[in-house]
């Protein structure tokens, strides 16, 4: 057993061990026992060997990985007063991306965004949007139609115009709209200054950011300065935008309008008005590519595997007549479809160590001492994948989230890992959930989407390989969208009205 080398003020805790893991080298500690690439597969395997809870050191840094979801709720959700932090990188502000609710540390800013998340995006506000949804997924539908091998492009577009829809109010047909333009650029300059490898790197060793000679000189200084100028104007453009529309009366209903609409009074106007323009864009960072993401993966995961596919379509058919698409109000009677939504999620870990905590007190575990600043690395994908709840895992199997009599198991959306945990957890979730759903529950109703064929009619394979980094992106795969409604096709074309 290992002792800490920490100070405490509390001389007991000097004779507790840290919990167990593998032993580090001098100064770079364990950083060459992992794979950079897929990280949470190096710590998964360490559960075997050291049990759900690993300490390891990376060039000095104090990590916890948690490796079950039973650990992470008893320390994350019940003792979240002291697990609620973020690790603090001088990258962030050199991207301009300080300021994102994600990576605030835990204190009264972070406290402001919460609470104008949960005024504008908690469950009951999210369901006020769904004609928003619904008229989206319509133009997902038609583009899919026109132009199936595009696939990815709309999906993006469908996300992205939900989310500007819902926090700015703004339309906008296409992925060159004015003001998506410069958070488009923004996100994919940060995807480029900050790639896969560099990711994945900064995913398991978040603290090396803190080391300026690892970043390759110049081309990365002009990126890092052009995101500050982008970070800039991605939060000003869109929220004058709502803020001209507001003052002409011509303003659709958006999470920016409601939460200026609710400043009338407040004392520090202007320090809640920065939050808003932060939380709006925090918003789109967060939000864009994990759902975009997962709707990729749920395309791969049905070419994958056909007869899931085929009985999620034969449950929406038996419940619709073909001239009309599934809306909210049948969700509740579409228990498999549920299930592959859930299942999608499971089997895919869009962040498969969904975002490291910080710890802002020392504390004691089961005998074992965690100091105060030890970074938390919740490895989702493990939780994901453990054997004791889910039967072999690697297989995409819905019917695991059924009980015995077809009825959907109990699994609140609150409780789910996927979407992070204690008072960190995801404030997009609701909308995450609805966006997802609604996307897949209309593809299923109007398309198969199958392998796509060679021209010697031979089919192309599908390998489920996905980029490395926070965000676990399928790799480009080719596949065949196919109509298999020409009623729900009319019905789509026409604008969703059967
Ligand atoms: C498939 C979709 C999504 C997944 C899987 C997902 C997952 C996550 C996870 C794992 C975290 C970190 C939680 C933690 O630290 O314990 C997070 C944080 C966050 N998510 Fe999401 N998310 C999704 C969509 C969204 C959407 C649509 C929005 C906004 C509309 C959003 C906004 C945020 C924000 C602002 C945070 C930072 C919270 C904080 O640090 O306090 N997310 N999300």
């Not at 593998?22 to 360490?46: C, E, M, V």
């Not at 091998?149 to 060159?176: C, K, P, R, W």
């Not at 560099?198 to 995101?227: C, E, H, Q, Y």
């Not at 995961?301 to 449950?315: G, W």
Request: net charge neutral; charged share 25%; proline share 6%.
């Amino acid at each position: 057993l290992r002792r800490h080398g920490s100070r405490t003020s509390d001389p007991s805790k000097n004779r507790l061990a840290l919990p167990p893991g593998p032993k580090p080298l001098p100064f770079i500690g364990n950083i060459l026992d992992i794979d950079s690439k897929r990280p949470w597969l190096t710590y998964s395997s360490w559960r075997k060997i050291y049990g759900p809870i690993v300490y390891c050191q990376l060039l000095g840094q104090n990590v916890i990985v948690i490796n079950s979801s039973k650990v992470a709720r008893q320390l994350l959700d019940q003792r979240s007063s002291c697990y609620s932090s973020r690790p603090s990188s001088c990258v962030d502000k050199l991207f301009g991306i300080d300021f994102t609710t994600a990576l605030l540390p835990y204190g009264p800013e972070w406290r402001i965004h919460r609470r104008m998340f949960h005024q504008a995006l908690r469950s009951e506000a999210v369901g006020s949007y769904q004609g928003l949804y619904q008229s989206r997924v319509i133009r997902l539908l038609q583009n899919l139609l026109d132009t199936p091998d595009d696939f990815e492009n709309h999906l993006q577009l469908y996300v992205i115009s939900i989310t500007m829809g819902l926090t700015y109010g703004y339309e906008m047909a296409s992925l060159d709209a004015p003001l998506v333009k410069s958070l488009a650029e923004f996100v994919s300059l940060l995807n480029d200054g900050l790639p896969p490898e560099r990711n994945a790197m900064l995913t398991a060793f978040p603290f090396l950011v803190n080391i300026p000679a690892w970043f390759p000189g110049a081309a990365f200084k002009r990126d890092a300065l052009r995101s500050q100028e982008l970070s800039l104007k991605s939060m000003d453009d869109p929220f004058e935008y709502v803020r001209k529309n507001m003052a002409a009366g011509s303003s659709a209903r958006s999470m920016v309008s409601d939460l200026l609409n609710q400043l009338d009074g407040k004392k520090d106007h202007a320090r809640e008005e920065k939050a808003i323009k932060e939380c709006a864009a925090s918003a789109y960072i967060a939000g864009f590519d994990t759902s975009a993401a997962t709707l990729s993966a749920f395309l791969m995961v049905m070419i994958l595997y056909p007869d899931t596919q085929r009985r999620a379509q034969d449950e929406i058919d038996s419940l619709l007549t073909e001239n009309s698409f599934p809306d909210f109000g049948h969700r509740s009677s579409l228990p498999y479809v549920e299930a592959v939504l859930r299942e999608t999620m499971r089997w895919h870990s869009v962040t498969p160590l969904a975002l490291p905590h910080t710890t802002s007190c020392d504390d004691v575990f089961e005998g074992y001492f965690i100091p105060k600043g030890t970074m938390i690395m919740p490895n989702v994908w493990e939780m994901h994948n453990e054997e004791s709840e889910y039967h072999q895992p690697h297989l995409f199997k819905p019917e695991r989230h059924l009980n015995a009599d077809g009825t959907l198991a109990d699994d609140p959306l609150a409780s789910r890992v996927a979407f992070g945990f204690g008072r960190r957890h995801c404030p997009g979730k609701w909308v995450a959930d609805a966006v997802l759903w609604i996307g897949m529950v209309s593809i299923l109703s109007l398309f198969r989407v199958e392998r796509r064929k060679d021209g010697m009619e031979r089919e192309i394979e599908v390998e489920a390989n996905f980029t490395a980094g926070l965000i676990r992106r399928p790799l480009p795969y080719s596949c065949s969208i196919v109509c298999r409604s020409a009623l729900r096709e009319q019905v789509a074309r026409s604008g969703g009205e059967g």
